[in-house]
C-alpha cells in the first residue's frame, strides 16, 4: 500500500509538502493562482514529472526535491502548490492493483 494508503482509484493526493525525506511519485497537478502556478510550471513542475523528496529544513520551510536531474528548494508555499500520486499509480487505469 505505501505511504498513500492505497493504490490507483482508492489513493488520494498529497501535496509535495506533506511527504517525508525520501518520499516521491508522479506529480499530478499544480495548484495555487495564476502566478504560482506559472512559476512552478516554468520551474520544470509539470504533470508527469517524477520527483522526490530529499531535505526538508526543520520547519518544512523550505523543502528540497530531486527531480529531471536536479535539486530545487521549494518554499512551503509553493510545494502545498504541487499535488503528488505515487509512482506506479499516477493516471493508470488500476491494472497495477
Known sequence: MGAFGGC???????TL???AVGEGGVVSKIG?????KRRILEMGL?????????RKAP?????SV?????EL???VDEAN????RPKGCAGCSGGCR
Open 8 to 14: 490507483c482509484g482508492t489513493v488520494t493526493e498529497k
Open 17 to 19: 509538502s506533506s511527504l
Open 32 to 36: 495555487g493562482d495564476g502566478g504560482l
Open 46 to 54: 509539470v504533470p508527469g514529472t517524477e520527483i522526490r523528496v530529499e
Open 59 to 63: 520547519l518544512n520551510d523550505p523543502v
Open 66 to 70: 530531486w527531480f529531471r536531474g536536479y
Open 73 to 75: 528548494s521549494l518554499r
Open 81 to 84: 502548490a504541487v499535488f503528488v
